[in-house]
């Protein structure tokens, strides 16, 4: 335990400690947002609070596509205007925004919900791939879009559901080259993510 955790009061170190578990922050941003919020108004700390809470009751995953919803159904699920021969496989919600912003796309998703990455514990069976290739199946999909992250964990998951999709005789197809290697979809700009779902190749 270090020194300063004896002078911390309990429910501000128990703070920090749960703000230090959110991707991306690491103990001094906790630590800061911790101390804004210690003096913020009492209100605000409330509708952040309760932002939480309603966020964790009220949303869940589509029961079809995995994308996040308020219904059972996403939109774009509903949505009986959209090309239900396609099914465009991304890695998180997030993408699907992404590639929706793109507007070059008006097929159905799939959300695997991570990647494969052995190192960190995450395998087959932790992502939707039983669910897609049932959706595979018992759907009439045509296409199949890998639009995993232009990265080594997407790569390795890309290639481990065309093995799996392949058998099933779906047509595999991945956006063309030109996203930014190593990054995110959800980052990529607008045009250039379009215009790689635009130029989408068959495997
Ligand atoms: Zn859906």
Redesign the pocket.
């Known amino acids: 335990m270090r020194p300063e955790s004896a002078i911390i009061v309990e429910p501000v170190a128990r703070l920090i400690e749960e703000l230090s578990k959110l991707p991306g922050i690491g103990p001094k941003t906790a630590s800061r947002l911790t101390f804004f919020l210690l003096r913020a108004e009492e209100g605000q700390v409330q509708a952040l609070a309760q932002a939480l809470l309603a966020m964790k009751e009220q949303v869940h995953f589509?029961s079809?596509?995995?994308?996040i919803?308020v219904a059972a159904?996403?939109p774009?699920?509903q949505d009986t205007n959209r090309d239900q021969s396609k099914i465009c496989v991304v890695e998180e919600p997030l993408d699907v925004l992404a590639i929706e912003r793109t507007a070059a796309y008006r097929g159905?998703?799939h959300v695997l919900h991570g990647h494969i990455a052995p190192l960190e514990g995450i395998y087959r069976e932790h992502l939707k791939i039983d669910e897609l290739l049932a959706r595979v199946r018992s759907e009439p999909v045509d296409e199949v879009v890998l639009a995993m992250n232009p990265n080594t964990e997407g790569e390795a998951t890309a290639f481990l559901l065309l093995r799996d999709l392949v058998p099933l005789g779906v047509r595999v197809t991945r956006p063309a080259r030109g996203l930014p290697t190593g990054g995110d979809l959800e980052w990529a700009d607008p045009e250039t993510l379009g215009s790689a779902i635009h130029g989408r190749r068959e495997l």
């Open positions: 589509c079809r596509c995995f994308n919803t159904l996403c774009i699920c159905l998703y």
